[in-house]
């Protein structure tokens, strides 16, 4: 197993009126995070707040490619973007355990934070498909490149991982400084995580280890 200091390359906020950084996903172009009672989207070039939708906003968060996905205490919402419209619900499979929130192979990836899982679920029922356990508490979660990475949070220690979903086993750790906590974690699918900052307010990019392949080469 690789265990190695995360890298922070950025940090983006305080912002404000936001006390608690939640949930983090990307669109493409805007980082969107969670923050109680309302999703934000800021530019990260600039760092700026372009987007507010005032609906819950709990925990995790996730983007499917046209709708975002929302974790509002027991339940899921379906939000479209560009309207702020909540457009569907499913049950949580926590009931108000829940944490991370990814978007993978046509369904949703739900961490449990007390619960050191994360249960893959259809985005339509959500019906849990599969659970994958961990030894640590679950934050937030994402996929990239076909890599399922997730973050922790015990005590004043925090942590990126990369674990196989079959197993649950550790295969990568990024270890977060000292009193640098991670909420809600996402992947630009480049070389950057943006990783929430629980009650710093703050949402931090984070080098992405680089994928070296069987032959060798990086990818």
């Keep these: 197993m ?7 390359l950025r940090e983006y906020g305080p912002f404000p009126g936001v ?3 939640a949930g983090v996903t990307f669109d493409g172009e805007l980082v969107w995070f969670a923050s109680g009672d309302r999703l934000n989207a800021f530019d990260p070039e600039s760092g700026e707040v372009v987007r507010v939708i ?14 975002l996905y929302q974790i509002a205490e027991d339940r899921i919402q379906k939000v479209d973007p560009k309207t702020g419209e909540v457009l569907a ?5 926590g009931g108000g355990g829940d944490s991370g929130l990814a978007w993978a192979e046509g369904t949703l990836w739900v961490g449990q934070h007390r619960g050191r899982v994360i249960h893959q679920i259809d985005a339509g029922t959500g019906a849990v498909l599969r659970t994958t356990e961990s030894n640590r508490m679950v934050t937030g979660v994402t996929w990239t490149d076909g890599e399922l990475w997730h973050g922790t949070w015990e ?4 942590e990126l ?7 649950g086993a550790v295969m990568e750790k990024l270890s977060m400084p000292p009193a640098t906590i991670g909420s809600g974690l996402e992947s ?13 307010g703050k ?3 984070i080098r992405r280890p680089k994928r070296v392949d069987r032959v060798g080469k990086r990818a």
Excluded at 188 to 200: L, P, T
Aim: glycine letters at 14%.
């Design 2 to 8: 690789k265990h190695s200091a995360a890298e922070i």
């Design 19 to 21: 006390e608690e950084v």
């Design 54 to 67: 005032d609906i819950a906003a709990h925990a995790g968060t996730a983007f499917d490619g046209e709708y």
């Design 89 to 93: 619900t499913i049950p949580a499979p």
């Design 155 to 158: 005590g004043e220690e925090s």
């Design 161 to 167: 991982r990369r674990v196989d979903p079959e197993t």
């Design 188 to 200: 630009d699918g480049g070389e950057r995580f943006f990783a929430g900052g629980g009650r710093s």
């Design 203 to 205: 949402v931090r990019a």
